[in-house]
C-alpha cells in the first residue's frame, strides 16, 4: 500500500477516484453510458426503415364501376398506401380510423364514372386522422398523388375521342408544368433528419441529469466540497478531474452513435468531418457545465437533477426539428437558444444532410461556444462563491470550537 505521503492530491487523483465511482456506484456507469445507448438503440431500431410505407387504408366504394376500380389500384399501387379493408358504410369506416387499424378512408361516390365521363366534377373525398401527423399526412400524400393522375389520364382520353391532338391535350390539361427536386433529403427518409436529432437530444439530457447527479454528491454538503477540494488541490483541479471521465464516455455513446447513423443506416456525411466533431465535443462540454452549474445551485441534489431533466427533456419541441424555430413565441425562442443542441443541431445538419460551406456553420458552431464558455465563467463564480462560504463555516466552526476549550 502506498503511504500517505505518497499519494499526492490534484487532477489525477479525482480522475482516479471518479473512475472508482463507476465500480463502486454502477448506477453512474448505467446512467452516463448504458441508459443513453439502449434508448439510442431503441430509437435506431424503431427508425431503421427510415420511410414508412403501405399504410393501411379503407374504401367505401359506392359506384362499383370500372373508374373506381381503377382508383382503387392506383391508390394501392403507391409506395405510400395500402388499401386493406372494404367497409359497407361510413360508420364503419370511422370506427377502424378511431381504433387505429386503418390511417384513412376512401370515399367513392355513387355515379362516380357517369358523372365523370359527362364531363362533370364529382368529388372523391378521402377522411384521415390529423393527429397521427405522420402517418396521416402519408396517406394523405399517396391519395393525393393517385386520384389525380388517374382523373387527368381520363380527361386526356376525352380529349382525345374527341379528335384533338394528344400533345395539344396534355398541353391544355397542364399549361405550366412544375418541376419539382427535393433538396438534402429527395428519399424523404425520416432517419436523416428524425433520428439524427433524436439521439443528440436523447444525449442531451442524460449528460445534464448525470452532472447534476455525481457533481450533486461532492457539493451538496460543505464538507464534501471540502474534500474534494483537498483530493484535487484546488477546486478547478479537482472539478476537471472529476467531469472528464464522464465526458470521455459521453463522446464515446455521441461516436457510436454517429458511427451507427453513417455505416449502419447510410445517413449522408456530406460536410467537413472535423467541425463536426468539434461541434461534439463543444455540445457535451456545454452540457456537462449546464449539469454541473445545476448542482451548485440547487439543493438537495434530487432538486437538481429534477429541474436539469424538467429542463432539458422537452428539448426536441424547441430546437427546430419538427416545428421551425422562427414560427416559434419569444418563451419557445429563447428557450431553445439556452439548449446547446439547437446550436450543435444546426451544425450537425449542416454538416451531414445539407453539406453547408464551412464558413456558413461558423455561425452555429461559434455560438455554441460562446454558450460553453458562459456556462464555464457561471460554474466558476458559483464554485468560487461556495468555496469561500464554506472557508467562512469552516473557520467560524473551528472559532467556537477553541472558544469552547
Given amino acids: 500500500m502506498l503511504g500517505k505521503g505518497a499519494i499526492r492530491p490534484g487532477f489525477a487523483l479525482v480522475f482516479r477516484r471518479e473512475v472508482d465511482h463507476f465500480r463502486r456506484r454502477p448506477f453512474l456507469l448505467f446512467l452516463s453510458t448504458l441508459m443513453p445507448l439502449i434508448l439510442m438503440g431503441l430509437l435506431a431500431t424503431v427508425f431503421h426503415e427510415g420511410l414508412a410505407t403501405r399504410l393501411p387504408i379503407a374504401v367505401l366504394d359506392l359506384d362499383g364501376s370500372d373508374l373506381s376500380r381503377t382508383v382503387i389500384r392506383t391508390v394501392d399501387a403507391t409506395p405510400d398506401t395500402a388499401v386493406a379493408v372494404r367497409v359497407a358504410d361510413l360508420a364503419e369506416g370511422r370506427h377502424l380510423i378511431l381504433s387505429g387499424k386503418v390511417h384513412g378512408l376512401l370515399y367513392l361516390p355513387l355515379n362516380l364514372e357517369r358523372d365523370t365521363l359527362a364531363g362533370r366534377r364529382p368529388e372523391v373525398v378521402f377522411f384521415y386522422n390529423t393527429q397521427t401527423l405522420t402517418p396521416g399526412n402519408l396517406t394523405l400524400r399517396g391519395v393525393s398523388a393517385a386520384v389525380p393522375s388517374v382523373a387527368a389520364v381520363i380527361r386526356l382520353a376525352l380529349r382525345t375521342e374527341k379528335g384533338e391532338p394528344v400533345d395539344i391535350a396534355q398541353t391544355d390539361l397542364q399549361p405550366i408544368p412544375v418541376q419539382v427536386h427535393p433538396l ?3 428519399t424523404l427518409n425520416y432517419a436523416y433528419f ?4 433524436l439521439l443528440p437530444s436523447v444525449l442531451q439530457v442524460a449528460v445534464i441529469t448525470t452532472m447534476a447527479y455525481c457533481v450533486g454528491l461532492d457539493v451538496d454538503r460543505p464538507y464534501r466540497l471540502r474534500v474534494l477540494r483537498r483530493l484535487g488541490g484546488g477546486l478547478w483541479c479537482a472539478l476537471f478531474g472529476k467531469i472528464l471521465p464522464y465526458t470521455i464516455l459521453f463522446l464515446f455513446v455521441l461516436g457510436l452513435s454517429d458511427i451507427v447513423l453513417f455505416s449502419v443506416l447510410e445517413m449522408p456525411l456530406r ?4 467541425l463536426l466533431v468539434c461541434g461534439g465535443i463543444l455540445f457535451v462540454l456545454a452540457c456537462q457545465f449546464l ?3 445545476f448542482a451548485l445551485i440547487l439543493r438537495p441534489t434530487a432538486t437538481a437533477i429534477s429541474i436539469g431533466a424538467l429542463f432539458a427533456a422537452p428539448a426536441f419541441g424547441f430546437m427546430g426539428i419538427g416545428f421551425p424555430r422562427l414560427g416559434m413565441n419569444f418563451f419557445a425562442y429563447h428557450w431553445g437558444q439556452l439548449l446547446p443542441g439547437t446550436w450543435y443541431l444546426m451544425v450537425r445538419v449542416d454538416q451531414t444532410v445539407r453539406g453547408t460551406p464551412v464558413d456558413l456553420s461558423l455561425q452555429p458552431l461559434l455560438s455554441l461556444l460562446a454558450l460553453m464558455l ?5 460554474v466558476f463564480l458559483r464554485l468560487t462563491v461556495l468555496g469561500l ?4 463555516m469552516h473557520a467560524s466552526r473551528r472559532l467556537r470550537r477553541e472558544g469552547g476549550t
Fill in 374 to 378: 458562459i456556462l464555464l465563467l457561471l
Fill in 184 to 186: 438534402f433529403n429527395p
Fill in 389 to 392: 462560504r464554506t472557508d467562512r
Fill in 271 to 274: 460536410g467537413d468531418r472535423l
Fill in 291 to 293: 449539469g454541473t452549474l
Fill in 194 to 197: 428524425l433520428l439524427a436529432a
